[in-house]
């Protein structure tokens, strides 16, 4: 599929690569860009071979510097409560609802739309010289993909509360002390320790994975009922091939090999 903002690349061990490229403009989402990056995430989930997505931005500076300021500068107030709507549906909810695991790596500044993307994510880990804040706020809006929802449940109420209120931003060391990113490493070595945490997810069940992923996630989905969903995925799980395989192989001593479909 051709993109005018966002590269793919699919490395080996069944990795998928998304790169923001819009360096010049600090890798900021427009809405193209939204669009594109929605198409790759759904056509990357279809795909069975790869087992897990890593999300970078192009350069050494940004990985994404916020909503492009200069597209939704003009909105009205209907323009933007259904473009926050839309976003939500065509990016930040598909990417945390993905049942394959997605991995921001953070390669410089996260701000707003950026930082949002990134607490989309299943994973993050961030390079050094990484800047995180939702700086909404200084610019007479809130955070309006999932920000106050997504930091609160991260890093707590109070430390939200402050980031979003002073649209401040912190280091990617606080940042770490948070919790916010699971890891903290120099910039060379940003990609391959996603690559490193990939290649251990690529070992496991994708079917159990997905089914992980949509079980934890459902603690935070308002109606929802965080242990009977755990309950219905574990239950599904026993129909599934990579059960099969998985059992078999452990009991044949030997390692599993898991197709890579997601059967449930
Ligand atoms: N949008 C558009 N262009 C941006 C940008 C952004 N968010 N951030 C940076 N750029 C552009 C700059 O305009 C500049 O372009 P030129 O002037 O060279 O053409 C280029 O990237 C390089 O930026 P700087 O020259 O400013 O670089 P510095 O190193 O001096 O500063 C910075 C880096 C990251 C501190 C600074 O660029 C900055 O403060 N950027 C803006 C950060 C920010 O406030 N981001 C937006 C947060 S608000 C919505 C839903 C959600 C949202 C909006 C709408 N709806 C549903 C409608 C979310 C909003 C946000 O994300």
């Known amino acids: 599929m051709e993109h005018n903002n966002i590269l793919t690349e699919r490395k080996i061990g069944g990795i998928q690569l998304i790169t923001i490229n ?15 990056l929605g198409n790759a995430f759904k056509a990357a989930e279809k795909t069975p071979d790869i087992r897990a997505i890593i999300i970078t931005g192009a350069g050494e500076k940004a990985f994404v510097a916020g909503a492009d300021i200069k597209e939704f500068a003009h909105f009205s107030v209907e323009e933007g409560r259904s473009l926050s709507a839309k976003g939500h549906d065509t990016l930040f909810n598909l990417v945390e609802n993905l049942r394959k695991p997605v991995i921001a790596a953070i390669n410089g500044f996260a701000l707003g739309g950026g930082l949002e993307l990134a607490m989309s994510a299943h994973i993050r880990v961030a390079s050094e010289n990484a800047r995180l804040g939702l700086p909404e706020v200084s610019l ?16 707590g109420k109070g430390r939200a509360l402050e980031l979003i209120t002073t649209a401040g ?21 940003l990609i391959a320790k996603c690559e490193e945490i990939a290649g251990k997810i690529a070992a496991n069940s994708p079917s ?57």
């Open 22 to 36: 819009r360096p010049k403009q600090l890798n900021a989402l427009n809405s193209e860009t939204i669009h594109e």
């Open 140 to 155: 007479g809006v809130i955070p309006g993909y999932g920000g106050t929802q997504r930091l609160a449940q991260l890093i």
């Open 208 to 264: 159990a994975i997905g089914s992980a992923i949509a079980a934890v996630n459902a603690q935070f989905q308002e109606g929802a009922d965080g242990f009977q969903a755990e309950i219905e995925e574990f239950g599904k799980c026993f129909g599934t091939d990579d059960f099969t395989e998985g059992t078999t192989a452990f009991l044949e001593k030997r390692k599993p090999e898991f197709r890579g479909l997601i059967t449930n």
């Open 169 to 189: 931003m912190i280091s990617a060391e606080k940042a770490n002390q948070f919790g916010l990113v699971n890891h903290l490493v120099e910039q060379s070595s």
